[in-house]
């Protein structure tokens, strides 16, 4: 490939670099810069074995490499990028979630469109959510989801539990809550993931004097966030949204309260599919091992294949010819899963969507 044909105009390449790293360079600096980042890229993908991503090159080169102007270099947010354990996340991700799954048209229509294309939104007055709960039972797919997010926007995701914040204690977890909030206001590109959520933003009717505190930390912090200006999203995820504080949920705080439930047909096949493409297969029945899996989450899926996986490892090893996996190998673990969904609570999750969806 030609990269220095396919390099943007200069004041793009400005945009691209700030964007990465969040640093400013002179037009003239920026395209010479960018075509050394484009060179690193490729050469950081062949040492590492996968592609590094443009904004791992970007801020690889500029905090190693680059020596034309070291004052140009934010060491607070790389720092902070760290501090946080900030990742990026692969944008084909989004792709692993079928199109007709309901969480995944929301997410589209109401997060990742209006953050992309910023000119029709503003044109109409449409204002990008900063806040998200995500809400459904356990193994549904929701951290995936959020990662898918932050995957086909581009950014960094950042995720923070429960446990994360009380590492000094439980007693200094509001002062841990706090840090975080004001630390991730500050960064821009940015989805901040919070599971677990009711562990730290419970009912306060039924709370101890440090859980109550705790909550009303929160409270007050998610308006902080939204009115600080830039790109990026708090988003929390819950197995229990009837455990969640009221007012966390009146509208105000959090802009989508979005249900994330059990997969249709589609979305379970292009999850088999996609783990299925990893694997050393032969002729395996799609069509009839979904039909088997009515009530299968994402993760009973991914369980599903780790077994699979297993026994035919096993059994070349044991045979010492190839071994590729078929539908009766399936079939067999299958037999040996139990799924994590019942009728009972895909009723009690239908009931939860009626109450407190807001998309």
Same mark, same amino acid.
């Given at each position: 490939m030609?990269?220095?044909?396919?390099?943007?105009?200069?004041?793009?390449c400005?945009?691209?670099?700030?964007?990465?790293t969040?640093?400013?360079?002179?037009?003239?600096?920026?395209?010479?810069t960018w075509?050394?980042?484009?060179?690193h890229?490729?050469? $950081?993908? =062949?040492?590492? +074995? /996968?592609?590094?991503?443009i904004?791992?090159?970007?801020?690889?080169?500029? *905090?190693?490499?680059?020596?034309?102007?070291?004052?140009?270099?934010?060491e607070?947010?790389?720092?902070?990028?760290?501090?946080?354990?900030?990742?990026?996340?692969?944008?084909?991700i989004?792709?692993t979630?079928?199109?007709?799954?309901?969480?995944?048209?929301?997410?589209e229509?109401?997060?990742?469109?209006?953050?992309?294309?910023?000119?029709?939104?503003?044109?109409?007055?449409?204002?990008p959510?900063k806040?998200?709960?995500?809400f459904?039972?356990?193994?549904?797919?929701k951290?995936?989801?959020?990662?898918?997010?932050?995957g086909v926007?581009?950014?960094?995701?950042?995720?923070?539990?429960?446990?994360?914040?009380?590492?000094?204690?439980?007693?200094r977890?509001?002062?841990?809550?706090?840090? $975080?909030? =004001?630390t991730? +206001? /500050?960064?821009?590109?940015a989805?901040?993931?919070?599971?677990?959520?009711? *562990?730290?933003?419970?009912?306060?009717d039924?709370?101890s004097?440090?859980?109550k505190?705790?909550?009303n930390e929160?409270?007050?912090?998610?308006?902080?966030?939204k009115?600080?200006?830039?790109?990026?999203?708090?988003?929390?995820?819950?197995?229990?949204?009837?455990q969640?504080?009221?007012?966390?949920?009146?509208?105000?705080r959090?802009?989508?309260?979005?249900?994330?439930g059990?997969?249709?047909?589609?979305?379970?096949?292009?999850?088999?599919?996609?783990?299925?493409?990893?694997?050393?297969?032969?002729?395996?029945?799609?069509?009839?091992l979904v039909s088997?899996?009515?009530?299968?989450?994402p993760?009973?899926i991914?369980?599903?294949?780790?077994k699979?996986?297993?026994?035919?490892?096993e059994?070349?090893?044991?045979?010492?010819?190839?071994?590729?996996?078929?539908?009766?190998?399936?079939?067999?673990?299958l037999?040996e899963?139990?799924?994590?969904l019942?009728e009972?609570?895909?009723?009690?999750?239908?009931?939860?969507?009626?109450?407190?969806?807001?998309?």
């Open positions: 030609d990269i220095v044909a396919n390099i943007p105009a200069p004041d793009e400005v945009s691209k670099i700030f964007n990465c969040g640093q400013k360079y002179e037009p003239e600096i920026a395209s010479a075509i050394k980042i484009l060179q890229k490729w050469f $950081l993908s =062949e040492k590492l +074995g /996968r592609d590094a991503g904004k791992v090159a970007c801020l690889d080169y500029i *905090e190693n490499i680059d020596v034309i102007n070291d004052k140009q270099i934010d607070d947010k790389v720092n902070t990028l760290r501090e946080l354990g900030a990742q990026l996340v692969d944008r084909s989004w792709d979630i079928a199109d007709s799954q309901p969480p995944k048209q929301i997410v229509k109401r997060v990742v469109l209006p953050l992309t294309k910023v000119d029709l939104a503003e044109k109409h007055g449409v204002i959510p806040t998200i709960i995500f459904g039972p356990p193994g549904t797919g951290t995936h989801f959020v990662k898918a997010m932050a926007l581009d950014w960094w995701f950042i995720e923070v539990s429960p446990s994360d914040l009380m590492a000094d204690g439980q007693d977890l509001g002062k841990n809550l706090k840090h $975080l909030m =004001e991730a +206001g /500050r960064l821009e590109d989805v901040i993931f919070v599971d677990e959520f009711e *562990e730290i933003a419970g009912n306060r039924r709370a004097r440090i859980d505190s705790i909550t929160f409270l007050k912090q998610v308006p902080l966030f009115r600080q200006p830039g790109k990026r999203l708090l988003v929390c995820a819950t197995n229990y949204i009837r969640l504080d009221a007012a966390l949920l009146r509208p105000g959090f802009d989508l309260i979005i249900p994330v059990g997969l249709d047909a589609e979305g379970q096949r292009t999850i088999f599919e996609h783990y299925l493409s990893k694997t050393n297969a032969g002729e395996v029945d799609v069509e009839k088997l899996m009515p009530l299968f989450t993760a009973d991914e369980y599903l294949f780790q699979v996986t297993q026994k035919a490892f059994r070349e090893l044991q045979a010492g010819t190839d071994y590729r996996l078929n539908t009766e190998i399936f079939l067999e673990a037999l899963i139990k799924p994590s019942t009972e609570i895909s009723a009690m999750f239908e009931k939860d969507c009626r109450n407190f969806t807001r998309c």
